[in-house]
């Protein structure tokens, strides 16, 4: 039983090591920029907002060479209600949706790091 915690352990700091949360990029610019990390987490707190609000107002973000915050329209569609057997009438609305750049896209087709 002693092992299987160990290969647990293991298991759990590689899914850390490949995932990047909020806090990890606010340190890594703070330690790229030396900007305190509290400056930075109101910066990245303020980007987000920004972005929201835009997108709620019907706006569309264009960061060059980064990509583009859409919001992508969805038709209207009848779905089913598999649990009560009905059809139910989804109306049309928008999802908020990232697409990134040819300059994006070709960094990570050309990472040795990314599906490997």
């Not at 609000?53 to 209600?81: C, L």
Request: glycine content about 4%; proline content about 2%; overall charge positive.
């Amino acid at each position: 039983m002693c092992q299987n915690h160990w290969l647990l352990a293991i298991y759990l700091k590689l899914l850390t090591f490949f995932n990047v949360t909020k806090a990890d990029v606010i340190a890594q610019i703070a330690d790229k920029t030396g900007i305190d990390k509290a400056d930075v987490s109101v910066a990245i707190e303020a980007f987000f907002s920004v972005v929201k609000n835009s997108m709620a107002d019907g706006e569309n973000i264009y960061v060059r060479g980064f990509g583009s915050f859409v919001n992508k329209k969805r038709a209207r569609k009848i779905a089913r209600n598999i649990s009560k057997n009905t059809a139910i009438v989804i109306e049309e609305h928008y999802v908020p949706s990232f697409k990134p750049s040819k300059v994006f896209l070709n960094k990570i087709k050309n990472s040795d790091k990314v599906g490997k």
